[in-house]
């Protein structure tokens, strides 16, 4: 058969239709090629430090998504945390530099300059500047602005190491930090002055790691052989301890307000574990991702953050005092959007509760039904607590926000008489 005549046996039996099918299936592949590029990392997503210049993403089942390269090849990656517009910044501990991945997580480059010697934790204020906190060297914390620029450099007074592990508190002046001793350590961002040690008894374990604080007060703290759970005054109130673990060392919070995850540094196991109750809710390996040299750092997308939570909110706890049987008492929670976008007001609900759940409630609030609160606008929030018994109740009250890594979680207490 000549080619002439081949091409033309060919055009007869490609019909119109097949064509147009054929084009629509490239449109239809093509169109789901870009959406999937474009997809943001999605909330919940278990986002491990395994090393190799390298973050292992995982469902929270444990099944790996893929990686993000921040191309340093440092043999850790440590601590890392999301923006609140959803950009993902990570330590690159062996490399000194700190990588900025956009929300869907495409490399941007390198955040900040100057790191002294192995950038290993990093933590936002409400207005999107970062704290960066170095293991070694001059042991110094470094503050930037969100575009990376230093604002200023503070020097902690330090214990075993240096700054290791940070956490600006909602006061956004109190900085919170561990240095693989015993104790949490506090330093005012503000006056650029020492505090108080966080805790006076000692911690149990040898070296204290990853932390962080709890809506409600308190602090959670990846202490090696065990995680620890401090109230709001320093004091050793509960502890966890996952099976086949030597050295936890990475923590964060999930964005359920109910749970949070850890992992030991050299097997790689990642846990979720609740916090009222120690459960274990999830426990699979990161080992097995690419270039994994240790779990050295874990957060969590939408993870609660409460020094970057951008919507104020005043009382910290709600106290009735003394309810007489039979009768209602009303107190107001103030809510503040200091964020740079609108947010919404979600659902209210009330946890942790001792005593009958039916006498506390919450209404009256926030510019329902739309609940959005725009910026620099504040709202309340009717809290009410009815005695029908001599008693004393205590409650979590519970506000969900749009605003990622925003929750709110108020200690309500009262007494019936």
């Known amino acids: 058969m000549k080619a002439r005549d081949w091409f033309t046996a060919m055009e007869k039996m490609v019909s119109p239709r097949m064509c147009m099918g054929f084009v629509l299936m490239l449109i239809g592949l093509l169109t789901l090629a870009v959406q999937y590029a474009g997809a943001q990392i999605a909330k919940g997503t278990v986002m491990v430090s395994t090393g190799s210049g390298k973050v292992t993403e995982f469902d929270q089942i444990g099944t790996n998504l893929g990686q993000l390269d921040t191309t340093t090849a440092s043999t850790y990656t440590t601590g890392s945390a999301f923006d609140s517009a959803g950009n993902f910044f990570v330590t690159d501990f062996s490399a000194q530099q700190v990588t900025k991945f956009d929300p869907t997580g495409a490399l941007i480059g390198p955040f900040g300059s100057g790191y002294n010697a192995d950038p290993e934790s990093l933590s936002f204020d409400s207005a999107g500047n970062v704290y960066v906190g170095q293991a070694d060297g001059s042991h110094s914390v470094l503050n930037f602005d969100p575009s990376g620029t230093l604002l200023n450099t503070f020097s902690p007074a330090t214990e075993n190491r240096g700054t290791d592990w940070v956490e600006i508190a909602a006061d956004q002046c109190t900085l919170f930090y561990t240095s693989e001793g015993v104790l949490v350590k506090r330093f005012n961002a503000c006056t650029n002055s020492q505090l108080a040690d966080f805790n006076t008894a000692p ?215």
């Open 203 to 417: 911690l149990p374990g040898a070296f204290a790691y990853a932390h962080r604080l709890l809506p409600s007060g308190g602090i959670l703290v990846a202490d090696s052989s065990e995680v620890v759970r401090l109230d709001a005054s320093g004091n050793q109130i509960q502890t966890y301890s996952p099976p086949n673990t030597g050295n936890l060392f990475a923590l964060n919070l999930d964005p359920d307000g109910t749970s949070f995850w850890t992992a030991d540094l050299g097997n790689g196991e990642v846990f979720e574990v609740d916090i009222a109750t120690g459960s274990i809710l999830q426990q699979w390996s990161s080992a097995g991702a690419a270039g994994y040299t240790a779990a050295a750092g874990l957060s969590v997308k939408g993870e609660i953050i409460v020094g970057g939570n951008c919507v104020s909110f005043s009382p910290a706890t709600i106290d009735f005092g003394n309810v007489k049987l039979n009768t209602t008492k009303k107190k107001i929670l103030t809510l503040t959007n200091n964020c740079t976008a609108k947010v919404v007001i979600g659902p209210v609900s009330f946890t942790n509760v001792t005593g009958d759940p039916a006498d506390f409630s919450a209404h009256q609030y926030c510019n329902q039904p739309s609940g959005v609160l725009k910026v620099g606008h504040s709202c309340t929030i009717g809290v009410f607590f009815s005695a029908d018994e001599v008693d004393t109740d205590t409650a979590t009250l519970n506000v969900a926000i749009s605003a990622p890594g925003s929750a709110i979680q108020v200690p309500v207490t009262a007494t019936e008489k």
